[in-house]
């Protein structure tokens, strides 16, 4: 999908893709959008899930079409009506059948509004912004949540971890940063099995930057964090923005920052190297991400360590 994405990494800026259902404005990020198209007749598969309308096979590949108006408690409507746009998060393509798609418009992180808890009371709904745009609110769906109630290991591979040897790391603080409860109580728990216990947690990347501005006025913030993980896709301060913060800063340029994010492929593993990130992972990874973390909490203790003798 041709789309004049954003070259300039770290401003807090995406560009929205802005479809309706049942005459209700909703968006997602350009960046996992490869190709809308008008709806294509669907094979049915026995036995699915009931928001899977079946598959198709655009030039070749066999993808998965998600009914979206079902996911959102909407009746179905005429099922060859419509579109299709083609996503791309967690290694996974995956298409989502809409009403219409109105157009893409670029906004700032910092103009998307968090759902308080009486919309998403304990992580439980699939709207991770709010953003007005002109005269309409536009609802950002958590389309990794969506797909996640669908097949759980498209998330994070949490078997992944079943076989990982656990020891104690409490002595290495983390920092992690993720605005979706339920994958920062996944990637929190799989952490603590491998025994990192001193966890530090933001829901965006402005919380966490205040901390990390907070501490380093404190004169401690280098003990207080070893590493920090934090996603790209989040209100207020994306996780590109809160990265190129750190690398810019010289004080805390010395802490390795993991991106670990459902976006992850080579446009966006470009933006992450030009930010300065240390490692970046795509979500399903949890086990790759627990033996990075391992990697580089070890050469940031062991810098530090020389530092002081020195």
Known sequence: MDTNILLETGTNELEILEFTIEDIHYGINVAKVLEIMPYEEVTPIPNSHPFVEGIFMPRDTIISVINLRKCLGCEDADQKNGLLFITNFNNLNTAFHVDAVLGIHRVSWAEIISPDSTINSDGAGTATGVIKYEDRLIVILDFEKIVAGINT???LKVSDMDNYISKDRSAS???LVEDSKMLMKMVDESLRKAGYTNLNTSYNG???WDKLVQMEK???VLDKVHLIITDIEMPQMDGHRLCKLIKTDDELKNIPVIIFSSLINDD???????VGADDQLTKPEIGKLVGAVDRLVAQYEEARKKAKKD
């Open 153 to 155: 290991e498209t998330s």
């Open 218 to 220: 404190e004169g401690d």
């Open 268 to 274: 966006i593993r470009r933006k992450g190297e030009s």
């Open 206 to 208: 402005k919380e966490a």
């Open 173 to 175: 603080p983390i920092m």
